[in-house]
């Protein structure tokens, strides 16, 4: 099993009027940032304030439309992705189930991107969603230190409404585009949840959290690049992904693993819910169960993921090797 690279997370500078006579692509570069890129920024920004004169179902289906209109039409490369990724998952279902598999997900897509603008009403309205499993992670916090593993299923951004009360720091890679970061950072903070550095830079952090008996999250389903880096959907367990962070932390740090995950309900209802706690068996050596570990954090994660891949925010990624 080869060495996980640190990945480390750079913030790309905004570029300054001397690039306009500095060549060509550093002239385009300045253009792009200052016309194209604060357009689309203006857009964002509207259309999310604008959507919070919605109430919340009208919201969520209005991004389903919109997610079932855009997604063949205007984001064709994800979209083969989605579906070459569905026939290799799923071998043995028909044509026209995969159809209807692949439409689901681009509704749900579209509801993700929408319900960014009413997430956080959800906090004045407890009975949207039905949570169960709760008193897990509550046992758990209470013993000592805890990685929640989440999953981009349903809805996730309502897990800091449900944990409401817990301090949960969170590894966060922000999105691309001014706008887009502006808008999920004020939208997280707003419900509570603290971020970790991204990339390599929150390891330290998060070690430190975890070994004062506190909660770090982190997701262990993901894409990067365009492709899925877990879970490992059959492939050789790696360390190139979050599987990965968690197994090491929790083995440096002797936290208890709890993983979660959400499902959307009929429009903007949800079903949260806590599985059964993992605490990693003691090994002879360090690493020596490594392999072990991973497989046994995957193979939750990835039976659920396989469960509900209409709702799996990384169906549109391809399954590649890492």
């Known amino acids: 099993m080869k060495k996980r690279s640190a990945w480390i997370f750079y913030q790309q500078s905004a570029p300054t009027i001397t690039d306009v006579l500095a060549g060509r ?29 919605l109430p919340m179902d009208a919201c969520s289906n209005f991004g389903a439309s919109l997610g079932s209109f855009a997604m063949p039409r205007f984001h064709r ?3 083969n992705r989605a579906r070459d990724t569905i026939r290799q998952l799923c071998p043995d279902m028909g044509d026209r189930d995969r159809d209807e598999l692949f439409r689901r997900n681009c509704r749900a897509q579209g509801r993700l991107m929408t319900e960014f603008s009413v997430v956080n009403r959800l906090q004045r309205h407890p009975e949207r969603v039905e949570v169960h499993g709760l008193d897990i992670i509550a046992e758990a916090v209470d013993r000592g230190p805890v990685i929640l593993v989440g999953m981009h299923l349903g809805n996730w951004e309502i897990t800091p409404t449900v944990l409401h009360g817990i ?8 999105p691309r585009g001014r706008a887009k970061a502006w808008i999920a950072e004020r939208v997280r903070r707003k419900a ?6 991204p990339g390599a830079a929150g390891v330290k952090p998060a070690i430190k959290i975890l070994k004062d008996g506190g ?11 365009g492709k899925i880096r877990g879970p490992f959907f059959g492939r050789k ?6 599987i990965g962070v968690a197994i090491r932390l929790a083995r440096v740090t002797g936290a208890t693993i709890c993983p979660w995950y959400c499902l959307r ?11 059964d706690p993992i605490r990693l068996p003691p090994e002879d050596s360090p690493g020596a169960r490594r392999g072990e570990d991973l497989l046994l ?10 469960e509900n891949l209409d709702q799996w925010y990384f169906l549109d990624h391809a399954l590649r090797a890492p």
């Open 167 to 174: 301090n949960v720091h969170a590894f966060y890679v922000p």
């Open 265 to 275: 309900g009929e429009g903007f209802n949800f079903v949260w819910r806590s599985l």
């Open 77 to 79: 490369i994800a979209s």
């Open 297 to 306: 954090l995957n193979d939750v994660v990835e039976r659920v993921i396989r």
């Open 237 to 242: 367990p790696h360390l190139e992904g979050n």
């Open 25 to 53: 692509r550093r002239s385009r570069d300045f253009w792009r940032h200052v016309v194209t890129n604060n357009f689309w920024n203006v857009t964002h920004l509207l259309v999310h304030f604008g959507l919070k004169l």
């Open 215 to 225: 909660v770090v999250s982190i997701f262990c389903d993901e894409g990067f690049g």
């Open 192 to 197: 509570g949840l603290r971020f970790l550095p």
